[in-house]
């Protein structure tokens, strides 16, 4: 499977982004999630969402703000940012599962079995 997240731009501090990651031609088989990279830092998890798209997963950072979610049709994974922070730059990576994959594992990148390319988010002051 190939990803390939888009949607990453420049956005001033306060503003709205939604980022995409479609699959190439398929469904999702399994969990889809988001996970982000700073410079100098480590990636971190940031959004989840399951095979049915019924259960979501949230960063504590993020909780509120951001919202992810799929459409099937589409085979397309959304993750609608609002009121960015600075310290939400980064790059932004979509992950999926090929099978399903308990709840409990959403937040771990060793589960997931395809990467897309990243988004670049930069949020200025």
């Known amino acids: 499977v190939q990803l390939q997240a888009s949607g990453g731009g420049l956005v001033q501090t306060g503003g709205s982004l939604r980022l995409s990651c479609a699959a190439s031609?398929?469904?999702?088989?399994?969990?889809v999630g988001w996970f982000r990279q700073a410079p100098g830092k480590e990636r971190e998890f940031v959004a989840a969402?399951?095979?049915?798209?019924?259960?979501?997963d949230y960063a504590e950072s993020v909780k509120g703000r951001f919202t992810i979610s799929k459409d099937n049709a589409e085979h397309t994974v959304y993750l609608q940012m609002k009121r960015l922070r600075t310290e939400d730059t980064a790059v932004y990576y979509c992950?999926?599962?090929?099978?399903?994959?308990?709840?409990?594992?959403?937040?771990?990148?060793?589960?997931?079995?395809?990467w897309g390319q990243g988004t670049l988010v930069t949020v200025s002051s």
């Open positions: 992950a999926a599962r090929s099978d399903w994959m308990s709840g409990i594992a959403f937040r771990d990148p060793v589960q997931y079995d395809y």
């Open positions: 969402i399951s095979r049915g798209g019924r259960i979501t």
């Open positions: 031609g398929r469904t999702f088989d399994g969990a």
